[in-house]
């Protein structure tokens, strides 16, 4: 059975950095494209970085843009979301995923491309 752990998250103060972590177990996920979405409280899971099979495609929220790095090491088949310049807004919890019905040559950008969720790490930023 397929799992994905997020790990990494924390509290930080405005302008920190931190890296979140997302590594599957029982399959490698070398040919999927993975994403990382987060959730604040009262608001929809939103998009934050999606990345295609071999890391040679990405993509980036326009809040994101510029300040979070999405990257990947099959090898480890482990999926990470590099976080700089971090803003109260950036607090929620952060979800990495991956869409398993389709080989990965692209990034998806939307909750319903994916198919399987890890449990999730929260990440407050405090000003």
């Known amino acids: 059975q397929v799992q994905l752990v997020e790990s990494g998250g924390g509290l930080v103060q405005v302008g920190g950095s931190l890296r979140l972590s997302c590594a599957a177990s029982?399959?490698?996920?070398?040919?999927?494209?993975m994403g990382w979405f987060r959730q604040a409280p009262g608001k929809e899971r939103e998009f934050v970085a999606g990345?295609?099979?071999?890391?040679?495609?990405?993509e980036h929220a326009t809040s994101v843009k510029g300040r979070f790095t999405i990257s990947r090491d099959n090898a480890k088949n482990t999926v990470y979301l590099q976080m700089n310049s971090l803003k109260p807004e950036d607090t929620a919890v952060y979800y990495c995923?991956?869409?398993?019905?389709?080989?990965?040559?692209?990034?998806?950008?939307?909750?319903?491309?994916?198919?399987?969720w890890g449990q999730g790490t929260p990440v407050t930023v405090s000003s």
């Open positions: 029982g399959r490698t996920l070398s040919s999927y494209a």
């Open positions: 995923a991956v869409r398993l019905r389709s080989p990965g040559a692209t990034f998806y950008l939307t909750v319903s491309d994916y198919d399987l």
């Open positions: 990345i295609n099979w071999s890391g040679s495609s990405t």
